[in-house]
């Protein structure tokens, strides 16, 4: 029944991409060809023009200092956590967008919090497509998005 779902899911997948027109694709390549003017969301300095959301507590509450910018670095930390219960932290850009391309630098440093989630172990993400942050609920975990999965990878020495 399983492999059923695969195929019926492999079959929309593909006749959306025979379904689209040569003509768009040409349109995106050239977009992506051209000289663009990109905009800098963050200003390497502080979290202006930044919404901090974390479960269980209210809007632009930064908990225990959650988000933070250090040496020119946006930075997301639960080193002043005693013990992690599913403080699960966001951080939203002041301005919505629809049409975008998103160019970022990311790494995992540090340790993993006590009592984090095991399957959250060098785990974060982008959400994108997200909804407004005003919009969500005190004890609301994760806002209602598409989520870019980031995953460390983390090397064994046997």
């Known amino acids: 029944?399983?492999?059923?779902?695969?195929?019926?899911?492999?079959?929309?997948?593909?006749?959306?991409?025979?379904?689209?027109?040569?003509?768009?694709?040409?349109?995106?390549?050239?977009?992506?060809?051209?000289?663009?003017?990109?905009?800098?969301?963050?200003?390497g300095k502080n979290l202006d023009d930044w919404i901090v959301k974390i479960n269980g507590y209210k809007l632009h509450d930064n908990h225990l200092n959650t988000f933070r910018v250090e040496n020119g670095i946006l930075k997301v930390s639960y080193d002043q956590y005693e013990n992690f219960?599913?403080?699960?932290?966001?951080?939203?850009?002041?301005?919505?967008?629809?049409?975008?391309r998103l160019k970022l630098h990311y790494r995992f440093i540090g340790e993993q919090v006590l009592g984090g989630e095991s399957w959250a172990r060098k785990n974060s993400g982008i959400m994108i497509h997200s909804q407004a942050p005003e919009t969500m609920l005190l004890n609301q975990g994760f806002p209602l998005s598409l989520e870019v999965q980031l995953l460390g990878i983390q090397y064994f020495i046997f």
């Open 1 to 43: 029944m399983k492999y059923f779902f695969y195929k019926i899911t492999l079959l929309i997948i593909f006749s959306t991409c025979f379904g689209c027109k040569k003509d768009n694709t040409n349109k995106i390549k050239s977009h992506i060809s051209s000289s663009e003017n990109w905009k800098a969301l963050f200003n």
């Open 85 to 100: 219960t599913d403080e699960f932290g966001h951080l939203f850009y002041k301005t919505p967008f629809t049409n975008y």
